[in-house]
């Protein structure tokens, strides 16, 4: 995932890691719980699809039926564009867009932090 401004786009995990990203706790929570729940389905919806469209075809044991039951098996799974190398990229992309807000959250926590302390400096000063 990218952020993109003036002239360049630039990777969301290198916001994040920088600092310059950050997420209130309370609204960061509640993308983290969407993100994981989307998560929760791609992971549903491959897991019925190994059980279902992976599943060889039955198309009886002659030359025609074996080369239709790979073909289809190959579109469903092997394939570039193939449902499960579709979902499998969408997957990794909702993780890491999940680490992101983790470690926004993160950084959200520890800017307050500091301030905190460098408030207590000034008023005990």
Same mark, same amino acid.
């Given at each position: &995932?990218?952020?993109?401004?003036?002239?360049?786009?630039?990777?969301?995990?290198?916001?994040?890691?920088?600092?310059?990203?950050? $997420?209130?706790?309370?609204?960061?929570?509640?993308?983290?719980?969407?993100?994981?729940?989307? $998560?929760?389905?791609?992971?549903?919806?491959?897991?019925?699809?190994?059980?279902? $469209?992976?599943?060889?075809?039955?198309?009886?044991?002659?030359?025609?039926?074996?080369? &239709?039951?790979?073909?289809?098996?190959?579109?469903?799974?092997?394939?570039?564009?193939?449902?499960?190398?579709? &979902?499998?990229?969408?997957?990794?992309?909702?993780?890491?867009?999940?680490?992101?807000?983790?470690?926004? $959250?993160?950084?959200?926590?520890?800017?307050?932090?500091?301030?905190?302390?460098?408030?207590?400096?000034?008023?005990?000063?």
């Amino acid at each position: &995932m990218y952020i993109v401004g003036d002239n360049d786009a630039v990777a969301l995990r290198d916001t994040v890691s920088s600092g310059q990203v950050q $997420i209130d706790p309370t609204a960061g929570e509640e993308l983290r719980k969407q993100l994981q729940a989307q $998560i929760d389905q791609v992971d549903s919806w491959l897991e019925r699809s190994r059980s279902s $469209i992976t599943r060889p075809a039955p198309l009886g044991a002659n030359p025609v039926g074996d080369a &239709m039951r790979d073909k289809f098996t190959h579109r469903a799974e092997g394939e570039q564009y193939s449902f499960v190398s579709v &979902m499998t990229a969408y997957r990794t992309v909702l993780e890491q867009t999940k680490n992101s807000v983790v470690e926004a $959250i993160e950084n959200f926590t520890k800017l307050d932090e500091e301030t905190q302390a460098e408030l207590k400096k000034l008023t005990n000063s």
